[in-house]
């Protein structure tokens, strides 16, 4: 039997290592990360274009987590799919965005914002992806959504591509209408369901903002979108009137944030509404309204909550500040939203 030299054995044990180690393994920044980052991207360029990396098709119910490598960098996406899928009919899909800070996996707990329940009730699939991080657990990410927010904007990170591609993989793995996607996000999240409907006009038929504001940089959507926007008045993180709150930990993290008023009145203009708005709701606590027609039959509909601050009305917030509305349910009230379009 042929013998390895110790110094032999040390430097074989050190490629296999290498060569097994996970995408996101290894130290965050330098060269060792670097030489990482060159080889997943040279395997990137010699792979076929065909569905090879994809893990298959999705045929059962069930909860599943993925990665797929985006510019470069190892990207975490879960998905959701109901008792109530059916692989002979095509499901509607929502993008669920967690807020700046957050992760895939608190977006997707249940117990915080019930989305699981929804998608189970009414039968829609819900693709949670993960934000930029620096931590292999994906955990403390945020949304390169234009002015906003944190390491995902101060890196340029490409997190419209990235959805893109998760979007479309999902698609092809399930049997997915692709006349009903919708994207949804709380605060940095919501704010990144506005760059997607700017700039992936052709993949979102609506989305829903909870107390996210546009702060896209630019928006030119080359055909409407139908937007939903949800709004406590007494937010004290990105605030009702404009501007950055008490709440913001850092604002050099974020932005001085676009109001309420601003964000409603640029899509009522993109999507080509009727100016005056419409009152379809006023209860003790809340109140919506909804500008319409719009071009393509799109709307722009404004709910507000009178209490409930930086949180998802109708959702529960294990933080000891104040708990969020339940004048309204933001599930409730977006899925009748998106079952219009």
Sequence with gaps: MKRFAPAALVLALFSCAIAFLPP?????????????????????????????DIAGRITQPGDYRFQLEHDGLARMYRVHVPEKYDPAAPAPL?????????SMDYQADDSRYGLISKSEREGFVVLFPNGFSKLRSGKLATWNAGNCCGGARDEHIDDVGFIRTAVDRLTRQMTIDRNRIYATGMSN???????LACELPDVFKAIASVAGTDNTRSCNPTHPVAV???????DNHVLFA??????????SKVTDFTSVADTVA???KLDGCS????RILDKDGAYCEVYAPCRGQAEVQLCVTESGGHSWPGGQKSRGDEPPSQ???ANDVMWDFFKRH
């Design 266 to 268: 640029k899509w009522v």
């Design 24 to 52: 996101s393994a290894g130290a965050e920044d330098g060269p060792f990360r670097q030489r990482l980052k060159e080889r997943r991207l040279q395997r990137q360029q010699n792979a076929p274009e065909a569905d090879a």
């Design 275 to 278: 100016a005056a708005p419409r």
């Design 327 to 329: 004048a309204i349910s």
């Design 94 to 102: 929502l993008v669920a965005l967690h807020g700046g800070g957050g």
């Design 189 to 195: 999240g919501g704010m990144m369901a506005y760059r």
């Design 242 to 251: 404009g501007g950055a709150g008490p709440g913001v930990p850092s604002e």
């Design 228 to 234: 939903l926007h949800i709004h406590a008045k007494n």
